[in-house]
Structure formats: structure tokens, C-alpha cells
């Protein structure tokens, strides 16, 4: 089955489903004895999701309540695949806390401290969640003769001798999946962009038969319309067994049209910009392809998309069975990347950033640095130029670590040439470099005890500008950014990380990723950091009253 391939920022009614099997007492009443819940609950500020919808006509109004019924079936749905039904699995919790930080996470592991259990009774989380049976091994799965086995829209059971077998989406989830999409052909009726009401209609119709193409292209194809809903079984994250199942989301969003102007404008200079890069032509993608970058604000969010931290941006990547069909879209949600500014980012400013450069943290600037952020995946090269493969092959386990890190350098060093350029005549590209530094910590804050590779090339990054004179710590320890400096090494580590991925040696990138360690002295700036209180990310109060709907 064709399918667009997710980068990336869900009732039940068979009787097949799978419980997972819990160490020690059947009753999930007490938290995990080792883990202060009160003190997690911390890491979550709170936030309303909420646009003026002022301009909007009442048929747009009515459609939008639709699909935050439509967002509320997805949410239920991947309830049961990550763990059990919500309501069935929340009534065994009597703990208040324990209660709101379970909902915070869909289940008993929390998801921003690598999936540890939190609620008594409950041990490891299944690395296929619940796409599968609980007892499967990767031998029987890879022994499995089925044609479908690799299908992203199926869960995985047994059958009455025992056998493993697929059932479709739609047939597993039959009686919920039928109401969204009749939802959706509701809604349909009141789109007035045609691309909006065939997509919803294609969507409805993907529902009833798990044939996503001719719906995910055309929303490839919804550039204009104000209002985008992200629907369906998306994301591949939940999936950690075989990395095949894409878990139900939703996302409701509105059109932020000024920011949305700006980014088609950087978009087009991109080819300019790759050209500008710090290493031979040998080095640079032939081609930098067409990307069509929208800001929106999200409205509503339910299911994976809505499970622990959240999403700031999604970047959709066509497969290469239908390259050449339509563009892939980048979409950055602004209030989301706002808000865990203003909630995270600009309270541990204050404790780690040196005073004098406090004011030059800055939401445009962050927000600017993750525009490029997005944009600079596209530049560098995919195979290696030693013939020896792809760079994500060769490169192995350091590739999510070097690449990030590229990515992010990669970003401000087109930032830098951009003012050079005369592209930010109002602002100050010291707010950048001060404020990209702040993203980095806390990026570490975020990962710090957790190998992921989004806090991986964080502190690689840290590391490697510190060492290089870019970043200093002051006596009373705050961080303190020397501009000149800084833009010299940004440019020459571009140039390393560029290169590295060129040449795909793997022992070298090794050496490099292994400097991604937090040392004794930040690890206790962190911890400073922790104690205080400050929220790590957001959740949402959300829906229909807080919309005015």
C-alpha cells in the first residue's frame, strides 16, 4: 500500500483486544512509591488553546465543533493502542495526581523520562505498545508469512489456533471509525475551499477502506484554506517494536497568514542559501527540492499528537513511490512554540543566562530559529560521497545525534548570513545567538538523564561552542554568549558536521557524538534549574467552551 511517510510535532468494540499484563497486584490504586508525581506535574504549565475566530462565518463555526468531534473518536482510539480504554483504565487510579499525570502521558509510563512506569502494577511499557500481541518476539513477526504485515493500518492478533493475523483499522475499530467518517462528510459539506471538502471526503472515505494516498495527496495539494486538520492513524512513534503501526492524532489548526508570508518568501531563497554553505559543491544536495512552510495555530489536539511533550512543528515527506506528485508541507504551530517560551524557555533564561544578555531573548528570534531549523533538513547531502550508502545507513546509531546537531548549527549559520544579507533590518542577530543558546539548554533541561538524540546534539552543540570560546560561563554561574567568536565557530562547525555526513566515516562521528555528555557543572545548573520549579513543557485546556463554540 502506497503511503505518505510522517516525519514529524484516537470506542472499541472487538472483543480480540489485548490487555497488557501487569506485574504484582491487579488493582492500579497507589503511584509508584519511587516517583513524586506531585513534583512531575510540575514540568506541565497549562495553556488555552484559543484563535479569535471573529471572521468566521457560522457554517465555519459549526464545522469546526464537527472536527473536534471527529479529534475526540481519534483520541479515543489510541487510548486502546498505547495501553487500555481511558475511562476503564483512569477508574482504577484513586490518586488525584497520579489520575492527571496518567491522562497527561495515555498510560501509566511517563513518556518524558524514557517511558517509566509511574502507576503500581504496571512494569515496562511493551515496546509495540498495543499493536501487538503482548507475547510476540521480532523472530515470529520477521518468520510471519503475511502480505500485509508491513501495513501501517493494522493491529496485529492471534487467531483461535494461536496464529498471528491482521485486522484492518477499519474492521478493528468498525463502529468508531464509521462515525468519524461520517462526521467528516458533515463537516465536508460546510468546507468552502473545494480542496478542503475533497480532502475531507477522500479522508472519510480512507477511514471505511485504510487507502490513505488519495487523501494524503490531496491535503499535500490544501495550501490556501485557512482552516487544516491533521486526522488518522499518522505518526509511526508508538510503535517501538517494528517501528510499521501509525497511531491515530488529531489536530485542529488555523492559518496563520503574516508569518505564513514570510516563510514562503525564506523558502524561495533557499537555493541562494545552500550555496552560501561552508563546504565544497561535492557537499551540497544537487537540488534544494520545493517545500511549501505555513505557520498555524493550533485549536484542538487529541491523540498521539497530544500524548506528553508536545509537538511544535510537522514536516510531511512523500515516499518515494509518489516523489514528483505534489510538494511535501512544512507547518510550524506558533502558539505551541509561544507557549513553551514563555512557560519554559524564558523563566530558566533567567536563571542561566547571563544578565546583561537577558534582554536579547527574544520569542521573534526563537521563532525565527526554528523556521530555519525546519529548513535547513533539506540542505546537505543524503548518500554519502564515497559511494558506501545512504548517511543515515553508514552513520548508524550517531546518525540522529550528528544530524540534529547539522540541522541546528546548520539553522543559525543561514540566520547569520540572512542579516548579512539584509533580510532582518529590525532586529538584532545577537538576539539569535543568545536566544538559540537558551533553546539548547533547554533542549538539555528536557533530555538530560534520557538518551534521546534531540538532547544528544543539544549538548554536543553546548559542548563544542564552549570548548571553542562562543559560550563562557560567569563566576556566578550564568552563560554569557562572545558574539565575535561565535559566528566563526558556528560556520566552521557547519562545515565539520557537513562533512562528516559527506564522508560518512563512521569511527569519526563516533569520537564526535561522544562529547554529547553533560559535564558535573552543568549537570548541577540543570538540576538548579529543576528544583525551581520551571515548567519543562505545556498542556492544553481546550475544546468547545474555551473556542466560544
Known amino acids: 500500500m502506497k503511503k505518505i511517510t510522517y516525519v514529524l510535532i484516537v470506542a472499541f468494540l472487538s472483543t480480540s483486544f489485548t490487555f497488557i499484563h501487569h506485574d504484582g497486584d491487579e488493582e492500579q490504586n497507589a503511584t509508584n512509591k519511587n516517583i513524586d508525581v506531585e513534583k512531575r506535574l510540575q514540568d506541565y504549565a497549562t495553556v488555552k488553546l484559543t484563535v479569535d475566530l471573529e471572521n468566521f462565518t457560522y457554517e465555519q463555526k459549526k464545522m469546526l465543533g464537527i472536527l473536534i468531534d471527529v479529534a475526540d473518536i481519534m483520541d479515543e ?106 462526521l467528516l462528510e458533515t463537516a465536508a459539506k460546510m468546507a468552502e475551499n473545494p480542496w478542503f471538502k475533497k480532502y475531507l471526503n477522500y479522508r472519510a472515505e480512507a477511514f471505511r477502506t485504510d487507502e490513505y494516498l488519495s487523501s494524503d495527496l490531496a491535503w499535500l495539494n490544501l ?73 498555524y495555530n493550533t485549536i484542538y489536539s487529541a491523540g498521539s499528537c497530544n500524548a506528553g511533550s508536545k509537538y511544535i512543528s510537522i514536516n510531511l515527506m512523500h515516499d518515494l513511490k509518489i516523489q514528483g506528485v505534489g510538494a511535501s508541507r512544512q507547518l510550524l504551530l506558533k502558539n505551541i512554540i509561544e507557549a513553551k517560551f514563555d512557560k519554559a524557555m524564558v523563566p530558566m533564561s533567567e536563571m542561566l543566562i547571563a544578565e546583561e ?91 538530560y538523564g534520557i538518551p534521546i538524540p534531540q538532547g544528544k546534539s543539544s549538548m554536543l552543540e553546548f559542548n563544542h561552542l564552549k570548548e571553542n570560546g562562543a559560550i563562557e560561563r560567569t563566576a556566578n554561574g550564568k552563560y554569557k554568549i562572545n558574539f565575535e567568536i561565535m559566528k566563526q565557530v558556528v560556520s566552521d562547525f557547519c562545515g565539520i558536521l557537513i562533512k562528516t555526513e559527506g564522508h560518512g566515516n563512521y569511527e569519526h562521528a563516533k569520537l564526535i557524538v561522544k562529547q554529547a555528555k553533560v559535564g558535573d557543572t552543568l549537570g548541577d545548573d540543570i538540576e538548579r534549574v529543576n528544583n525551581a520549579g520551571i515548567p519543562k513543557d505545556v498542556v492544553f485546556e481546550q475544546g468547545r467552551e474555551v473556542l466560544g463554540l
Open 77 to 182: 482510539i489510541f487510548w486502546m493502542q498505547s495501553v487500555a480504554p481511558k475511562d476503564e483504565f483512569l477508574s482504577k487510579i484513586e490518586d488525584e495526581a497520579t489520575k492527571t499525570y496518567a491522562e497527561i502521558n495515555y498510560g501509566p509510563w511517563d513518556r518524558s523520562h524514557g517511558n517509566e512506569p509511574f502507576v503500581d502494577g504496571y512494569g515496562e511499557k511493551p515496546p509495540g505498545a498495543q499493536f501487538y500481541p503482548d507475547d510476540i518476539t521480532k523472530k515470529e513477526f520477521n518468520n510471519w508469512n503475511n502480505k500485509n504485515k508491513y501495513s501501517w493500518y493494522t493491529m496485529v492478533r492471534r487467531d483461535t489456533d494461536g496464529e498471528l493475523m491482521n485486522v484492518w483499522y477499519h474492521e478493528y475499530f468498525e463502529t468508531k471509525i464509521n462515525e468519524a467518517a461520517a
Open 357 to 447: 544578555q537577558q534582554e536579547n531573548i527574544s520569542f521573534d528570534a526563537f521563532f525565527e530559529n526554528l523556521v530555519f531549523y525546519e529548513m535547513a533538513w533539506d540542505l546537505g547531502i543524503k548518500q554519502t560521497i564515497t559511494g558506501e550508502g545512504s548517511v543515515r545507513d553508514v552513520l548508524k546509531e550517531t546518525f540522529g545525534t550528528i544530524e540534529g546537531a547539522k540541522t541546528d548549527i546548520t539553522s543559525l549559520y543561514l540566520i547569520t548570513k540572512l542579516h548579512e544579507m539584509g533580510e532582518f533590518p529590525e532586529s538584532d542577530l545577537k538576539d539569535n545567538y543568545v536566544t538559540f543558546v537558551a533553546n539548547i539548554l533547554r533542549s538539555i533541561r528536557y533530555g
Open 223 to 295: 495550501k490556501d484554506n485557512e482552516i487544516d486538520f491533521m486526522v488518522g492513524p499518522i505518526a509511526l512513534f508508538e510503535d517501538k517494536f517494528m517501528g510499521y503501526r501509525a497511531a491515530h492524532s488529531a489536530q485542529l489548526l488555523i492559518k496563520d497568514i503574516e508569518w505564513s508570508k514570510k516563510l514562503t518568501h525564506f523558502g524561495d531563497l533557499m537555493p541562494e542559501l545552500q550555496a552560501t554553505l561552508p563546504v565544497p559543491d561535492k557537499y551540497k544536495a544537487k537540488k534544494v527540492h520545493s517545500q511549501l512552510y505555513t505557520v
